[in-house]
């Protein structure tokens, strides 16, 4: 059997270390965990034959470029590495050119960023006091949607916040409401993250308040709708979240 261990910033230290000291095929990690096993022996990464970086672009953002390259580094050179994103910036490329040999560029899809096609989106112009209103009515609708038992398809939506304050807020003023909802973002502790998203995964809640630290990576089947109650910094983080639906054919809104 193939044996796999995730390690990561969050979670049990000393579990992770038990489990990675049992031998493991695969490790998945993020850099700072993974550094941290490294630089204490209890992971050597030179035997390592097959390193993905999975959006590496984010990671870049986030200030881990010192931690991605000491891996790099450390893994032995006659690897095969893979970078995924789907955007491809220049701090990327750079990466790529400098830590891969021949690096060769395999696309899916268009070259241009795009939002996923099977995904209708919609804009509604207003002005930020009617935003919660809005917000609210769209939260109605679905809860009535989902009460319906003739509607064998169950709506969820992730909705969006620029800040990890207004995604707090707002999760507790649906709770008062008696509206059952989760919300994830980074100052949450892990245990609770994965709370949140064990709870929109099996349907115990609907509705998932979320920064932009769910945008990426987090893959919930039956999302049905993607509400931005603040809009994206940018294009690319506005082509991250309307991904989170629209996942394996389907096709939902996004708003």
């Known amino acids: 059997d193939i044996k796999c261990v995730c390690i990561y910033g969050g979670g049990d230290r000393a579990t992770q270390i038990n489990s990675v000291g049992k031998g493991v095929e695969i490790v998945i990690a993020t850099p700072g965990r993974l550094n941290d096993l490294c630089m204490n022996k209890h992971i050597d990464l030179s035997s390592v034959s097959y390193l993905v970086l999975d959006e590496a ?34 701090t990327v490329r750079r990466l790529a050119v400098t830590y891969m040999e021949n690096p ?18 919609q804009i509604i112009l207003t002005t930020a006091e009617d935003k919660r209103d809005i917000m609210y009515d769209f939260i109605d609708k679905m809860r009535k949607h989902n009460s319906d038992e003739r509607n064998e398809q ?10 990890k304050a207004l995604t707090d807020d707002l999760a507790s003023d649906c709770v008062l409401k008696g509206i059952d909802c989760q919300s994830i973002h980074g100052d949450r502790d892990q245990h609770d993250r994965e709370q949140a998203l064990e709870d929109i995964k099996s349907g115990a809640v609907d509705i998932l308040f979320a920064t932009d630290v769910a945008s990426r ?17 940018n294009v690319e983080e506005y ?6 639906t629209g996942r394996a054919g389907y096709s939902w809104r996004a708003n």
């Open 104 to 121: 060769m560029q395999v696309y899916v899809g268009t070259l241009n960023l795009a939002a996923v096609h099977s995904v209708s989106q």
């Open 154 to 163: 169950k709506q969820k939506v992730i909705i969006f916040c620029g800040k």
């Open 217 to 233: 990576g987090l893959d919930i089947e039956d999302i049905t709708h993607i509400f931005n109650f603040d809009f994206p910094r």
């Open 239 to 244: 082509v991250h979240r309307v991904g989170r």
């Open 57 to 90: 672009d984010r990671m870049l953002d986030m200030g881990f470029e010192p931690q991605i390259k000491k891996i790099l580094l450390d893994v032995r050179p006659n690897r095969h590495t893979v970078m995924m994103s789907a955007t491809w910036p220049q």
